[in-house]
């Protein structure tokens, strides 16, 4: 499979998503929150982007600014060369719970997208069938939620993400709710499916080897409001073996880093 490109300069025409000095205030009647201060950072096509930060920096603010559904006070937001002003129909959203209906089979699960958006029932049916061979589903196509483990009821939730092939993939904490292991384990299958599927990722974690095993940059965002604090290139090859990247060098040396940033941010409210 290709490896993802950068060729020339990301320009707010082929960035797959772009935030230009965007910054979000919270206003209700109690309180305002400054989440966001200026975040101005693009995703090249096919690239895959993960964001860590404290928690309250801004970071599942920041998805739902290129999925339109928060609005920034200053700044803009750019998914595949055009502004976001509503809510975004080309991406793929992953929550950190999977958010499965329970009376509904994995199949019909995932097909819940083609649905909502009246796809061609033939053709997502088929696209259905590869992404559960693609996930290791098989074999699970008709058990419920409550038969399914939770790395499964998660790969549920990126099957029904992917499914009208998105060219933008927004994940929020994806496997935060994984033991360790299947955490490990997806992580290799959604790296895979990354190279696969060619889409471009934007992917919030807290987990600092997770970023650096996943992303082609790894974004480090300073506690509340949100800002870009440093941005690592990750020069790992894009073939990465997880054993061998938990023990490489890159990886103890940008994660070290990484890690002193982030304590050096965290905030002690
Ligand atoms: N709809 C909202 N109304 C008011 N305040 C909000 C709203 N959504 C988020 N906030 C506030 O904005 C700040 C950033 O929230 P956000 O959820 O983006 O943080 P986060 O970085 O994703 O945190 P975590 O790592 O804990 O998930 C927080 O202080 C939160 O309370
Ligand atoms: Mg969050």
């Known amino acids: 499979m290709t490896a993802p490109v950068r060729s020339g300069p990301v320009t707010t025409s082929n960035a797959a998503v772009r935030f230009d000095d965007v910054a979000v205030r919270f206003v209700t009647r109690r309180k305002t929150t400054d989440a966001v201060a200026g975040v101005t950072l693009d995703v090249a096509p096919r690239e895959f982007v993960a964001v860590l930060g404290p928690s ?18 200053r700044g803009s937001a750019h998914l595949l060369g055009r502004a976001v002003t509503a809510p975004q129909r080309e991406i793929g959203f ?11 089979s994995t199949r019909g699960n995932i097909l819940l997208q083609a649905e909502i958006r009246r796809m061609d029932r033939r ?9 559960i061979e693609l996930t290791g589903l098989r074999g699970f196509e008709n058990a419920y939620p409550h038969e399914l483990s939770g790395g499964m009821q998660q790969r ?6 992917l499914l009208h092939r998105p060219p933008v993939l927004l994940m929020d904490e994806p496997f935060g709710a994984l033991d360790a292991l ?3 384990q997806m992580n290799v299958e959604l790296h895979r499916i990354w190279q696969e599927t060619g889409t ?7 987990s600092i080897p997770e970023a650096f095993y996943l992303a082609n940059r790894v974004v480090v965002m300073t ?8 941005i690592f290139q990750v020069d790992l090859p894009t073939e990465r073996n997880y054993a061998q990247t938990m ?7 940008l994660g070290g880093r990484a890690r002193s940033l982030l304590g050096a941010t965290a905030h002690t409210e």
Request: charged share 25%; with cysteine; net charge positive.
């Open 123 to 131: 053709a997502a049916e088929k696209r259905a069938d590869e992404l």
């Open 223 to 230: 506690a509340r409001p949100g800002t870009i604090a440093e």
């Open 247 to 253: 023990s490489s060098s890159t990886l103890a040396d």
């Open 56 to 73: 309250g920096c801004g970071k599942s603010t920041l998805l739902k600014v290129a999925a339109g559904l928060v609005r920034p006070f």
């Open 156 to 161: 549920v939730s990126l099957c029904r993400a």
């Open 182 to 184: 299947t955490r490990e």
């Open 200 to 206: 471009s990722v934007l992917f919030v974690t807290h």
């Open 94 to 104: 992953v929550f950190q719970r999977a958010a499965l209906l329970e009376w509904r």
